[in-house]
């Protein structure tokens, strides 16, 4: 079975660093984008960016290049996207998900950061 | 780039059809055939319900159907139950980038 497991509810305060993890487990971690998908309180869907974890190809949407920063290390099957100085604004839910073609197939459960001074 | 547009909100009656709209340009929805759909439930995980525009992954109903006309893409979803009631984005690929759709949310009254 294709499991993407991410890492729990993280608080914050803010101008904190945070680092998030998304596993994936059941396929060839190496052979398929991870993507990391915003979701605000009460909002849609914003693609952040995906990650190629074979060769570490990362492409990042215009709206987050230099906010976050995506990785991979596919010796342990593993994703992550991270923030060196958080902001309230960057409370919301992040979701990892498993992509090939621009579709995105396998979605984890979600992590939930808030930040709160 | 902006979000791709989609109606806030669409309604319908157990056993109609609805369809929901996907407004792009011509350097996304309109340039590629990588357009996909997804269903999202209250405190759940997106779900893919189509991709490439028109293919339905295995396991979801064949009530749901894609298609695309220029910058356009549409799902439709017939024969409507409870269960299919949440939000639902569309997502194009556009060259280097991708994007979401604002997200409809679907009443089934």
């Known amino acids: 079975e294709v499991q993407l497991v991410q890492s729990g509810a993280e608080v914050k305060k803010p101008g904190e660093s945070l680092k998030i993890s998304c596993k994936g487990s059941g396929y060839s971690f190496k052979d398929y984008w991870i993507a990391w998908v915003r979701q605000m309180p009460g909002k849609g869907l914003e693609w952040m960016g995906i990650i190629y974890p074979g060769d570490s190809d990362t492409r990042y949407s215009p709206s987050f290049q230099g906010q976050v920063t995506i990785s991979a290390d596919k010796s342990i099957n593993t994703a992550y996207l991270q923030w060196n100085s958080l902001e309230a604004s960057d409370t919301a839910m992040y979701y990892c998900?498993?992509?090939?073609?621009?579709?995105?197939?396998?979605w984890g459960q979600g992590t939930l950061v808030t930040v709160s001074s | 780039q902006s979000a791709l547009t989609q109606p806030a909100s669409v309604s319908g009656s157990p056993g109609q059809s609805i369809t929901i709209s996907c407004t792009g340009t011509?350097?996304?929805?309109?340039?590629?055939?990588?357009v996909s759909w997804y269903q999202q439930h209250p405190g759940k995980a997106p779900k893919l319900m189509i991709y490439e525009g028109i293919k339905r992954p295995s396991g979801v109903s064949n009530r749901f159907s894609g298609s695309k006309s220029g910058n356009t893409a549409s799902l439709t979803i017939s024969g409507l139950q409870t269960e299919d009631e949440g939000d639902y984005y569309c997502?194009?690929?556009?060259?280097?980038?991708?994007?979401f759709g604002g997200g409809t949310k679907l009443s089934v009254l």
């Open positions: 011509s350097s996304d929805v309109g340039s590629f055939n990588f």
């Open positions: 998900a498993g992509c090939k073609d621009a579709t995105c197939d396998y």
């Open positions: 997502c194009s690929y556009a060259g280097g980038n991708t994007l």
